[in-house]
Every structure is written in C-alpha cells, then in structure tokens.
C-alpha cells in the first residue's frame, strides 16, 4: 500500500500533466476553430457574438416637467428632486404645455 505522501506525490504529478494536457488540447481547439471560421467565412453575428453596435439603443431622454424660473434647470420628474425643488409646491414650477 502507498504512503499519504507517495500518493500526493502522484497527484501533483497527474495535476501536471493534467494542466499539460488541457492546454495542448485548448490550443489545438482553437487553431482547428480559427480554420473552420476562415474556411467558411464566419462572421461574430453568426456566431452570436454581437457587437457593440448591433446593442439596442437606449430610450430617449424624458421631456422636462419642472422647471426653475431662475437659473432654467428642469427635471423630469424621475428620480431623485433636485435641491431647487426640495420641500417647495411642485406645482408652481411645472412647465405648461
């Protein structure tokens, strides 16, 4: 019977050879992957890899429902209130349409 510390001796071993192993098989599946694409002419979209510019585009920006009379800030009405509006009648800064 093997000792603790033959036995663990044998499994780094086979960890080595392990990680050798992957990398070899990793590398030729990327090589035998490039060839595919570039016998076929794949493209990323095909794939399903989208880029950055196929992204949905973000919704437009909400009109302004306040607005204050001094320095001409507005506010949507979405979020946090600003500090211009903060404990005052909302009413009166509403933007008529």
């Known amino acids: 019977m093997a000792t603790?510390?033959?036995l663990t001796a044998q499994l780094?071993?086979?960890q080595k050879e392990m990680e050798q192993a992957r990398e070899q098989e990793v590398t030729q599946a990327i090589a035998d992957i490039r060839q595919k694409?570039?016998?076929?002419?794949?493209?990323a979209e095909?794939?399903?890899f989208s880029s950055k510019a196929a992204r949905a585009p973000r919704k437009p920006a909400l009109p302004p429902k306040y607005r204050?009379?001094?320095?001409?800030e507005?506010?949507?009405g979405?979020?946090?209130a600003p500090g211009w509006l903060a404990g005052?009648?909302?009413e009166k800064f509403l933007i008529g349409e």
């Not at 204050?68 to 001409?72: A, D, F």
């Open 68 to 72: 204050n009379p001094k320095t001409g």
């Open 12 to 14: 780094e071993k086979l």
């Open 78 to 80: 979405r979020g946090r």
């Open 46 to 48: 095909e794939l399903g």
């Open 88 to 90: 005052k009648n909302r």
């Open 4 to 6: 603790y510390r033959q």
């Open 74 to 76: 507005t506010w949507s």
């Open 37 to 43: 694409i570039a016998d076929y002419g794949i493209t």
